[in-house]
């Protein structure tokens, strides 16, 4: 029996694309290009919270836990902006 994890994935990635892409106006110095890096650095910050479906962890979460990730996730976007912004403006410096 081969197992099938193709449902399996971190939770975060969507909102996490969702909100870079949302924000991404508010930076016009970054490129489109750019725009995955600014996921990367904010899915690292986040951490991993596998699920197979989305309802299912939508069911299990109260309210307070869903805007406390939403608030987490905002937070961690706006970092990654302000990070991968910075790193490219050190780098025209050199």
């Given amino acids: 029996m081969t197992p099938d994890f193709s449902s399996v994935h971190n939770h975060y990635e969507r909102p996490v694309f969702d909100a870079v892409a949302r924000m991404a106006s508010n930076y016009p110095y970054l490129s489109a290009e750019q ?10 910050r986040l951490g991993a919270r596998y699920i197979r479906h989305t309802v299912d962890l ?37």
Wanted: aromatic share 10%.
């Fill in 35 to 44: 725009l995955p890096d600014v996921a990367c650095v904010a899915l690292n």
């Fill in 58 to 94: 939508a069911f299990y979460l109260t309210e307070k836990e869903r805007l406390s990730m939403e608030q987490t996730i905002s937070d961690a976007v706006s970092f990654a902006f302000e990070f991968v912004q910075a790193r490219i403006a050190m780098r025209a410096r050199r």
